[in-house]
Structure formats: C-alpha cells, structure tokens
C-alpha cells in the first residue's frame, strides 16, 4: 500500500490512517475486503490513500468485516463525518447538503468504470440526453443539479452488476432527500456569530501543539485521536443535527484535549449551514446573558471555560436558566450548547450544599445535570496505538509527544505543558519570582490578567537577600521578558495580555497586563499548596489589584488566619466597589453599625448573612463573638461550615489512633498539605507531650489555607503575619 501524501489535510489523514491500523491488525488483504463489501480493490485503495471518502453504509459494511465492535464502529463513522466535514471547508461548502450525494456519484462512476462520453450515450438512450458540460456540472456539485444528478446517477446505476444496484440507487435517494432538506431559517444571529467553517479553532482556545523544527509552519494542529468521550459528545451533536437540541460540557484537567475534542465534534456541522457564537465581550457573562434572547436555529453556543459564565456572581444562575430555556423549547431549537470545566470548577456545580448551608447554584446545578463529560488525563492503550500510527505516517508533533511523554499524558505535552515546567524550574531567581507571584495570585483567586506593577513590586519578597542585592536596575524588565519568550509557538509562561486587560489606571498608560500560562497554574495550585506569599505580595496585591482580586485575596488571607491582610483588604475591596464586593460590605457595615448601637441580636444576624456570603473579617467577628460569649459550639459551627467551603468534611478526633509508625506517613503527607494529615500529625505531636511540633504543624496548616482546623479565633485571637509568627495584641488605650 502506497505511503500518505504528505499534504493529506489532518481529518483526512487520521481517518486513513485509522483505517489502515484497522485493516492492519484483522490481518485482511485490501482484496479481501473489497470483495466482502463489494466494491472493487482500486476504489478501496483510494480510500485507504485518503484520496477519496466512502459512504457511511459502506463504511459499516467495511467495520463489520474488519470484527469491529459497536463502539470502534462508532469513532470510524465520526472520523469520517470530521474528514467530509473538512473537505467540505475546503471547497467552500456552505451547507448545500450535497456532500453525500456527490459521494455516491463518484463512488458509481468508479464502480461503472464509464467515461462522460460514456454516460452522455446511455442518457440519450434513455431519453434524457444531458450534455458533457452538464454531466460534470452533476458529478461535481450535484445538489443544485438535481434532477439532472438523479438522471446521471440513473445511468451510472445501469452499468453495475443486478445485485448491487437495489442498494447503490437506495443510497443515492437518501443522499438526494438529505441534499434537498431546506436548512432553518438562521434569522439575526448573536453579534459575533458566523458558520462554522470561518472559525480558526485557536481563537476558540485550542491550544496550538508543539511544533517540531521539521513540521510544515502551516500545520497548528496535529492528528486528531478520537476517545470514548469523543463517541459521547458525538452523540449530543448527532442529535442536534437531526433536531434535538442538546448540550454537553467536557470536565478535565489541563491541557488534556477538552476545547480540541469540542472543535472536532462540532466540524460535521459546518456543512449543514450551522453558526457558531462564542460570547466574550464586554465580559464573558455580560456578552452571553445580552445574546442569549437572539440565538438561532442551527447555532452553537460555545461556552469555553464554563465557569467564567455560569460562575459569575451576578449573572450566572441568570445565565442557567436561560440556556435551559433556550434548550427545552423546540421552536428555538436545534441548538447546541458546549462548554469545558476544570474538575476543580465543576465541584461547586456537582457538590450538593452542606445541610443548613445556602446554595449559590441551584440553576447551573439543574442544567449540568446529566450533561457532564469526563476527560480522561491520558490517553489509553487503544488511544496510544492510534496515535502510534498517525506518527507513523508522518505527524511529527505526535511522534514526539508519543517520544518525549509518560503515562499517556500526550494532550499535555502538545500543548507545551513540560516544556513550560523545565523553563519555570530553570529560570532565574528573578524571573522565578515574578512567575511565583503570579502563581499565588491565581491561586488564590485573582483574575487571569495580573498588572505589570503587581507582579514586580510583588516578586521581590520572594528572593532571599543575596538575589535581592544582585538585581540590576532593569531588572524587571529582564525578568518579564526572560518570562514571555515563547516556549512553542504563541506558548510562554508568562504573555502579555491585549490593551483592553490592563488593569489599574494608577499604572503608566503603556503598562500591560499579564496571564500566567494555565498549565503553571495548574501546576502551582499543588506546588505551592503549603506556602503562604511574602509581605510584598500582600502590598503589591493592595496597592495594584482591583476589587474583585482583593475580595477573593482577603478570603484566601483569612483561611490562613492573616487577618490584619483580610482586613485590609477587604476594607480596599469595598473602597473600591465593585458588585462582587458590594452586598457583603454593605452587610458588614450595617452589622458594624448595629454593633456600636448595642443591638447586639440584630448585628449577629448580619455578620451571620455576611458570613454566609463569605465575608472572610464578618466570619472572625462572628467567630470571636461566639468565643466572647463561651459559646464553643457556635466555633465549631463555623469552623465546620469553613471546612465545608474548602471542599473537605469536617474533621473530628473519632478515629482510631494510629501507632507510631504511622507520623512518617502522616508527616509526608502534611508536607504536600493533605488536611486530614495536618490534622492528625497535631494530634499526634499534641498527645506526645510536644506542643512545639504541634504549635509548628498548625502553622504549616494555616500557610496551607487549613487555620479552621484548629479553632483559630482561640489559638491565635489576632491572626497570624505574613512571615507566620503570631501577631501581637494591638497597644491597649490608656482611657
């Protein structure tokens, strides 16, 4: 079998080389096949080549004599829907419905072996002369030929063997009826929205894979390996484009192929007229909640990073019940509805709230319902092999993914994760620094575009005195552009963001914004689970930030009992307004004013709102008014419903006691901020007599975000400072 053309485009050679690997491992000869499905071994050749497609029915007759499972069947049929629906593109195929159709045709006049001369007599024989000219015009681009196509399909039917044409003119029908099916009236789209085929999948935010120096410039994206959660999502899609409208959000971890499988199962649909609207500005939410109302017929909805819409504390349960309107009511429909989530930002969606505790998202809950795909970290061993052949027909990002990666992890290293690793470990302390900051910030909450001030001023308390005393005068501008240089392609640690991101207008008016690569932060979330940033952060952080950053960084300072920081930050949050911080304060000042009147009840019950809120200095007043009053049971209930908020249940000293050879395992675990570790290993030291080791595993806890485990309103009643020493009583007043 001849070797692929090199310049195969990438659906079309993942579907062959697919083939091939099938056909490979049955151990059948080409000529085997062709006689089991009754097409002739130069037409299945060309198949095999990439150098034409096959119709689905032969496509199944092809996969049960391969002994092809249900499923592998399945993913052979949706390679060929992505490789037809990229032909498609490429000859500016607008949903004319034809594609099939002109499908059977060439594959007829394959099998009839008859020239246009050829057709043109049996047509005049029959009746129906056709000129040359017309005949072409019918083979190429049939569906507005109809019914001279039909004519010509007739004759080329005439010169196969009987007992093939029942079946060949039963799919020429089909094909014909699919072609003719008038698409839905689109009517005003969404601003922004457009078909399907004027999209570049990396402004949707598919990562662009790793390029090897000897791979074409023009190739962005590599081979694509179809998965189970491919087969699944195919499914919802398939649905819409009979008329069911459906949506389906992907859940997986970084760089692990979620906003690539969502392209490839939405591709199909471009030939069929579909639109798709990706709503992102003024901001995600805003746009999404504005357009919702003007959503079409045969539109895709593309929600990339779902919880920038169904998050958003304003808009988001708006949002939910919108698109679920939008999905059950059928005059507006087909839609589809796609979307991708970190599992860690799909866990608010799918955790039911803790008894008694409020739920901030009933609607997103209700529409997520069901509509979860997972995605698997790493590719399996059927994945491997497939992507195993498509490197052995010449996709050099595959091969050295395949080359370089470990444990399946292929999606991540295409996407330059490992790459971005060696480079954060290698660079400079100053540039160290400012990818630390940045790092912390996200972590912590703050939004994706961090201000060149923030992170300068920030990184350095994250260098000891000696890298301290050696930077230069510019050495902020080393460090950043150390820190943006492409690692591959428009990949880098560090990326200046566009001029609409940049964030404080107290910053210079050329001062840009900055985005940590999302693979870092993923990356830091585990790294630096355990450390708590320096006083410069914390500065930086106040004196840079905007309201909605400030807020999630005081919660974050108040999880570690650096209350002076929550103070203050939450104080700046609220001088800034801001509708993220705007209920709570206000709730806290009214608390506070209550308090300084004497109704003590009815201040209670608005830090108790405020604290529900998450108001982080509204939970320690309350927290310290409850220890004021001997009410240790109303400490532990927040102390719970702390817990509760981090994602882990409560933990208690009912468990039994482990020996002594258990603290080594304890102990390496409290290192990488296992909580219910930390809480043990205090235990433990508590119990041995040693309340140093216990004092310092309670502050590795509170550096980890974990203070509520050790009731730290009595522990440390005035917090903790940044360097984790105990900060000291303010000076009593003389009056």
């Known amino acids: 079998m001849a070797a692929l053309r090199q310049d195969l485009p990438p659906a079309l050679r993942s579907f062959a080389v697919e083939l091939r690997r099938r056909r490979a491992e049955s151990g059948l000869t080409l000529r085997d096949l062709a006689r089991a499905i009754e097409l002739s071994p130069a037409s299945l050749s060309r198949v095999f080549n990439g150098e034409r497609l096959m119709s689905e029915a032969d496509l199944r007759r092809l996969a049960s004599s391969l002994g092809l499972a249900e499923d592998e069947t399945r993913a052979l049929e949706l390679g060929l829907r992505q490789a037809r629906a990229e032909s498609e593109g490429a000859t500016g195929g607008q949903g004319t419905g034809g594609s099939d159709l002109r499908d059977h045709l060439l594959v007829l006049r394959e099998e009839s072996g008859l020239s246009l001369r050829e057709i043109a007599q049996r047509l005049e024989a029959a009746g129906t002369p056709l000129g040359k000219s017309t005949i072409e015009r019918a083979l190429r681009d049939p569906a507005p030929a109809l019914p001279h196509s039909l004519e010509v399909a007739e ?23 699919a072609a003719v099916t008038p698409p839905a009236v689109q009517g005003e789209a969404p601003y922004g929205a457009r078909p399907i085929s004027q999209w570049d999948p990396l402004d949707l935010g598919v990562h662009r894979a790793v390029r090897p120096a000897s791979t074409a410039v023009g190739q962005a994206l590599p081979g694509y390996v179809l998965r189970a959660h491919d087969r699944a999502l195919a499914r919802v899609v398939s649905a819409a484009a009979e008329g069911t409208s459906g949506m389906a959000v992907l859940v997986g971890s970084s760089s692990t192929g979620k906003t690539r499988a969502c392209w490839e199962a939405v591709r199909p649909l471009a030939p069929k007229g579909w639109r798709l609207w990706h709503p992102v500005d003024p901001t995600r939410a805003d746009a999404a909640l504005r357009g919702l109302d003007e959503v079409r017929p045969r539109t895709v909805v593309w929600l990339n990073e779902t919880q920038h819409y169904l998050g958003q504390p304003r808009h988001g349960e708006r949002l939910a019940a919108a698109l679920h309107d939008l999905l059950v009511r059928p005059e507006r429909g087909p839609v589809l509805v796609l979307g991708t989530l970190w599992p860690e930002h799909a866990h608010p969606y799918t955790a039911p709230p803790a008894p008694g505790a409020p739920d901030p998202h009933p609607r997103a809950r209700d529409l997520l319902a069901g509509r979860l795909v997972a995605v698997p970290d790493a590719f399996d061993q059927d994945a491997l092999r497939s992507a195993g052949a498509l490197a052995r027909h010449g996709d050099a990002p595959l091969a050295e993914a395949l080359a370089w990666s470990s444990g399946g992890r292929v999606p991540q290293f295409l996407a330059g994760g490992p790459e971005l690793l060696r480079r954060y470990a290698a660079s400079t302390p100053a540039a160290r620094a400012l990818l630390d900051a940045a790092i912390d910030a996200r972590r912590y909450g703050a939004g994706a575009a961090l201000p060149r001030s923030f992170l300068t001023e920030a990184a350095v308390g994250y260098l000891s005195d000696s890298e301290y005393d050696s930077l230069s005068g510019d050495w902020a501008r080393g460090a950043l552009a150390e820190a943006t240089a492409p690692v591959h392609g428009r990949m880098a640690p560090l990326r200046p963001g566009p001029e609409r991101e940049r964030r404080d ?15 870092l932060v993923q990356f830091g979330r585990a790294s630096r689970r355990t450390r708590f940033p320096p006083s410069s952060f914390w500065y930086a952080a106040y004196a840079h930030l905007p309201a909605r950053d400030l807020f999630a960084l005081s919660t974050a300072a108040f999880r570690s009992a650096r209350l002076t920081w929550a103070n203050q930050l939450v104080r700046r949050a609220a001088d800034l307004g801001g509708p993220v911080v705007e209920g709570t304060a206000v709730l806290y000042s009214k608390a506070a004013l209550a308090e300084r009147s004497g109704d003590h009840d009815g201040a209670e019950q608005l830090y108790q709102q405020a604290a529900e809120a998450r108001d982080p200095l509204a939970l320690f007043r309350l927290a310290q008014a409850y220890e004021r009053a001997g009410d240790a049971e109303g400490v532990e209930r ?69 203070a509520w485990l050790f009731n730290f309103p009595v522990r440390w009643p005035d917090g903790l400072d940044a360097d984790g020493t105990i900060t000291p009583p303010p000076p009593r007043s003389d009056d």
């Open 155 to 177: 004759a080329l039917i005439g010169a196969l063997p009987d007992a093939e044409r029942e079946a060949a003119t039963q799919g020429v029908l089909q094909a014909a009826r």
């Open 505 to 519: 207008a107290r910053d210079s008016p050329t001062a840009r914004a900055f985005r940590l690569a999302e693979y």
């Open 638 to 706: 927040l102390a719970r419903s702390a817990a509760d908020a981090e994602g882990f249940l409560p933990l208690t000293d009912t468990g039994p006691r482990a020996g002594e050879g258990a603290e080594p395992l304890y102990r390496r675990a409290a290192e990488a901020g296992d909580p219910h570790a930390l809480f043990r290993l205090f235990r433990m030291r508590e119990r041995g007599g040693d309340p140093e080791g216990a004092e310092r595993v309670a502050l590795k806890a509170a550096d980890a975000g974990y």
